[in-house]
């Protein structure tokens, strides 16, 4: 089988390449820039240039392509917008796909998509979905909760360098899964009957609130976290600001996206049918408190060692 991974470079793209290369798949990675992606050709990968924003550069990717998994989205950073890579980009690349015949089509939405219809990204992932179940694709649709790599950034960084560490609003808990598990799902869809057309939840082991996060970065790197609180009516208020000029909407857009996580609603669901379908034990799926050791146990060596080179050099440059 061959197979084309769509946002490859991303969090959860590159471990479904990994995976997908570690179980003997021949992977080809849609990519903008080949010097971004040059980690995933030296892993094995063939990387073939394209853009979601441009129709016409799609269907050469497909050439000898048996499935699609989609893990792409649009990002801050970019000057393409959540529309145009989120809902116009997907529609061109599920219409390139079922031209090109492919096999299994693979999208990864977000849990409560339906559920937010005032949240653009939550709207747009479900119309994805409701475009690609009436495609005529044999698909797999996933809806995962959220990375446990994103924590490191909003939660661990700041703790340990002694900045404020953000909480908005009434928080609701939620079900983080490691990227590599998601991973194992995605890449075992591919070959699976029982997968075929058929709409799966990813949740981590337990749903977590965001004090509870800071409580165990805490414990973990024995230092001190400074909460500071933002009120939903300020995000709100940011929201609407962003809404009212053009070259601002799409910051509006990301602004209502994290209203969601700030709404106190609780983001998980059920999982022993879902890991019955896949013949995965639970015991696989990684704990947040086992990733973030993890984590912290490097970094807090790292740190160590820094400070062991730091003191050394110092003593090199005493005279005597």
């Not at 992977?27 to 094995?44: D, H, I, M, P, T």
């Not at 694709?137 to 661990?156: D, E, K, S």
């Not at 909480?167 to 490691?178: D, F, K, L, P, T």
């Not at 639970?282 to 973030?292: A, G, Q, V, W």
Request: aromatic share 10%; with cysteine; hydrophobic share 45%.
């Amino acid at each position: 089988m061959v197979l084309l991974v769509v946002g490859a470079t991303g969090t959860l793209g590159r471990q479904i390449v990994r995976r997908a290369l570690d179980e003997g798949y021949e992977v080809k990675c849609l990519v903008r820039n080949f010097q971004k992606a040059s980690f995933l050709r030296e892993w094995g990968a063939q990387l073939v240039k394209a853009d979601l924003t441009g129709p016409g550069s799609l269907p050469p990717c497909f050439e000898n392509v048996n499935a699609v998994i989609d893990a792409a989205t649009s990002r801050p950073a970019e000057k393409e917008g959540i529309y145009d890579v989120d809902w116009h980009g997907k529609v061109a690349l599920i219409k390139a796909a079922k031209k090109a015949e492919v096999d299994r089509f693979i999208f990864f939405s977000i849990l409560g998509a339906g559920e937010y219809p005032d949240v653009p990204l939550m709207e747009i992932k479900e119309c994805v979905e409701a475009f690609l179940k009436e495609s005529g694709l044999n698909y797999t649709i996933f809806r995962p909760c959220g990375f446990m790599q994103g924590l490191v950034g909003q939660y661990a960084i700041p703790i340990l360098e002694r900045q404020s560490v953000w909480v908005m609003g009434e928080a609701g808990s939620i079900a983080y899964m490691n990227s590599q598990d998601i991973a194992k799902f995605a890449v075992k869809a591919l070959e699976l009957p029982a997968a075929e057309n058929k709409t799966f939840p990813l949740a981590g082991q337990r749903a977590w609130g965001a004090y509870e996060i800071i409580r165990l970065c805490e414990r973990l790197s024995e230092q001190n976290a400074n909460v500071s609180n933002m009120p939903p009516a300020l995000l709100r208020g940011a929201r609407n600001v962003a809404a009212f000029f053009q070259w601002t909407w799409d910051l509006a857009d990301r602004l209502a996206f994290t209203e969601v996580s700030a709404s106190g609603n609780t983001m998980d669901a059920p999982m022993a049918e879902v890991y019955e379908t896949f013949g995965i034990d639970k015991s696989e799926i990684t704990t947040l408190e086992d990733y973030l050791q993890e984590y912290f146990t490097r970094i807090m060596k790292k740190l160590k060692e820094l400070d062991f080179e730091s003191g050394r050099d110092a003593k090199k440059k005493v005279p005597f």
